[in-house]
């Protein structure tokens, strides 16, 4: 079995499991497990006791949203995650972790070459979501997504030991890309990077998108008239952790993050340039 099809079943025998509905006593053991063993913080959520499954409590909304800086040009966390890399887009690179680049244009496909010539001298930050985070994402500025690229591919753990040993994790990944522009017309790509055990990326206004599917050629969406997108509007999920990788041209945002800074979804983490 090559590593591929290896990595989907066991991908795909973790979904069935996660998604299976087991008898309530049951249930509420395997997800009072998980919270300890993982070291959930639940505060935010419902007992996870509540959910009808394992992938309910992976996926779980908050109870409450969470405030944030209504400032338009204030940028926000898209998740909770950890920064495993940002600075600068140089020489057509970006890097996953320090010391290990990928070609951005690799990453982008040939969908978007032309795209990713004009993202050189831009920002690009990677918020690494492990398992015990909050797997929903949302939208860190307004934007208009033009047109989606999902690239099946393999499904490598995202963890820091791949990260740090496996040269080009992000492009040998099955990934989503969202193409967008803002208010200012300038160009950024959210990525979204699947990984071992990730039974779906959810992609919650396009439901042609299925991931962790079968290998293939990149499947393109494109919108007649881009699906606009609030600050802080949800767009998805991830089914366990993953990767989500921003890519933004030059002069359009300038991030305040650090390498190895763990963030929130909320968190203001940057500001739109003007212009």
Sequence with gaps: MGRRHYSSALSGLFGRFAARRFAPAIQRSINRTYVRLMGLDMSEFAAPESYESLNALFTRALEKPRSFDPDPRVVISPCDARITDCGRIEGGEAHQIKGMSYG????????????????????????????????????????????????????????????????????????????????????????????????????????????????????????????????????????MGSTIVCFSEPGSLEYTLKVGEKV????????????
């Design 104 to 239: 951005v244009a690799e990453l982008l496909t040939s969908e978007y070459a032309r795209e990713a010539e004009a993202l050189e001298g831009g920002e690009y930050a990677n918020f690494y979501l492990s398992p015990k985070d909050y797997h929903r994402y949302h939208i860190p500025f307004d934007l208009g997504v033009e047109s989606i690229v999902h690239v099946p591919g393999r499904l490598y753990p995202v963890n820091m030991p791949l990260l740090k040993n496996k040269p080009g994790l992000f492009i040998e990944n099955e990934r989503v890309i969202l193409a967008c522009r803002d208010a200012g017309g300038h160009r950024h790509f959210l990525v979204l990077v699947g990984a071992l055990n990730v039974g779906k990326m959810v992609v919650s206004f396009e439901p042609r998108i299925h991931t962790n599917a079968e290998p293939g050629d990149p499947r393109s969406y494109r919108y007649e008239t881009p699906v606009t997108l609030e600050k802080g509007e949800l767009f998805g999920w991830f089914e």
């Design 264 to 275: 929130r979804f909320g968190q203001s983490i940057g500001r739109l340039k003007e212009g």
